[in-house]
């Protein structure tokens, strides 16, 4: 007989959302990373764009929160709006649901 945790009756889909706050964390360094260390704004962007709905999901987590100021602080250095930024990002999902 074999002995199984209950990590093991986990799906994939399941367990992911409990690694997706460090991911949040990766995705706001690689931000500011292509902002400060290797100028490029599109990559920067896209970085931001894959944190946000991290983010959101998961704004009410410390660690989480403290990223969404810093990825707030690298688009205010990109002389973007934020609020402007932000919103047309979920208007664009909305759309492409």
Known sequence: ????????????HDALPIYLPYVATTLSNLALFYLQCKKDKTLSLKYIDEFLPIWIEFNY??????????????LGQWGINVEEYIENYFCKQQKED
């Open 61 to 74: 987590i410390p660690r989480v929160q403290k990223y969404g100021i810093k990825i707030i602080w690298v």
């Open 1 to 12: 007989t074999a002995n199984y945790t209950c990590l093991d009756t986990l799906s994939l």
